[in-house]
């Protein structure tokens, strides 16, 4: 930058030999030669002041905006997550009581429509994705987990539909031709409710029972930690333990990763292994001795529309405070590059400003020197 300044002085100074002598007897400080473990900057920044200046006050703007939707978020978060915590427990301990009462009624021979495993023709995926974007990649994971199951029922000759829970699954879903969407459902509230729950659950009831699918799968966001989430797929229908849900030629059609086979052995006990949530292993909800006073189916009945509403709500909720944590993490991450940038584009609009005046001192040098010698 110096060899530039003084190359435009020379050529703007008048030819004479006094302000040769001038240009010669004005020393630039030596060059500064970095040392191998300085740090050299990655990338070389290239405008004007003003565009430098007006770059500064955006990236600044977006650093304010990045940091109050990570305090949002991180708010929100935290409700979010105990509604999960809190809710971990009755669904559990009613998923283990519900597959009690079915081994009870199975060995009893009583026929029960939401416990009949057929053979498996199609299946409904029940997708649930964010409402907005600037989450990371929340949203791409448990689309690609439900593409991949799509591929791989495919693979074996079964066919699917997809309700599709969300409004990034819902773009996403309609562009493709080769998935058909049942229905397309909406988030209305902050807070996920047992009202947006019943909805899904009445579409995916309507589809079992009436033998338009023979099974039914839950594609969400499992909530780990702040700093994790895994997407996960979850048996809803029909209730029964792992390796019964088969296809037409025999072959298991369960997902390797089901958390349904998780919480439930094969005895009908429920057996919980959690990492964060300490659950202990509880006993025989039922024992086989007790006796019904009602009918099983009756008991069945009253109980199937909670254990469905109940696990749609958890999966809504387990999602939200997956997207949350993920939103959170991100507007941290993007907060911390706004700093970096800010950072370097002020030291470049430093240099460019001391350059301009460092150019305006040596051309008024170069006008007195030169009056002197006229």
């Known amino acids: 930058m110096t060899g530039s300044i003084s190359t435009s002085w020379l050529l703007s100074s008048p030819p004479n030999s006094k302000s040769n002598a001038i240009s010669k007897s004005i020393s630039f400080p030596p060059r500064v030669r970095l040392s191998p473990r300085s740090p050299l900057p990655t990338t070389q920044i290239r405008a004007g002041i003003r565009e430098l200046r007006e770059r500064i006050d955006t990236v600044k703007n977006t650093q304010k905006i990045t940091e109050a939707m990570k305090l949002v978020a991180a708010a929100r978060v935290r409700r979010a997550q105990e509604a999960v915590i809190n809710c971990r427990p009755f669904t559990e301990t009613l998923v283990g009581i519900l597959h009690s009462i079915n081994q009870c009624a199975q060995s009893e021979d009583v026929d029960f429509p939401l416990s009949n495993v057929r053979p498996v023709k199609r299946v409904a995926l029940v997708v649930v994705t964010g409402d907005k974007g600037l989450c990371g990649g929340f949203n791409n994971a448990v689309i690609k987990k439900a593409n991949l199951r799509v591929d791989e029922l495919k ?157 749609i709500l958890r999966a809504l909720q387990e999602s939200l405070a997956s997207e949350l944590a993920s939103r959170m993490s991100a507007m941290s991450n993007a907060t911390d590059n706004a700093v970096e940038l800010k950072k370097s584009l002020t030291v470049a609009y430093n240099r460019e400003r001391q350059a301009k005046i460092t150019g305006e001192l040596l051309e008024i040098v170069a006008g007195a020197e030169a009056l002197r010698g006229t």
């Open 155 to 311: 693979q074996r000759g079964v066919s699917c539909v997809v309700v599709s829970v969300g409004k990034k699954g819902n773009a996403y879903f309609s562009r493709r031709d080769d998935v058909e969407v049942d229905k397309c459902i909406e988030g209305g509230g902050v807070y996920p409710t047992a009202k947006e729950a019943q909805v899904i659950a009445d579409d995916v009831f309507s589809l079992f029972v009436s033998e338009e699918v023979d099974k039914v799968e839950l594609v969400y966001t499992k909530f780990v930690s702040l700093v994790k989430s895994d997407p996960v797929i979850h048996t809803l229908l029909p209730l029964s333990v792992k390796g019964e849900s088969r296809d037409v030629n025999g072959e298991c059609v369960d997902a390797m990763e089901d958390e349904m086979f998780r919480l439930t052995s094969k005895d009908g006990k429920l057996a919980v292994e959690r990492t964060k949530v300490e659950v202990v292993e509880r006993p025989e909800m039922i024992s086989p001795l007790m006796q019904f006073e009602q009918d099983p189916v009756q008991i069945l009945d009253a109980m199937m529309p909670l254990y469905l509403n109940s696990q």
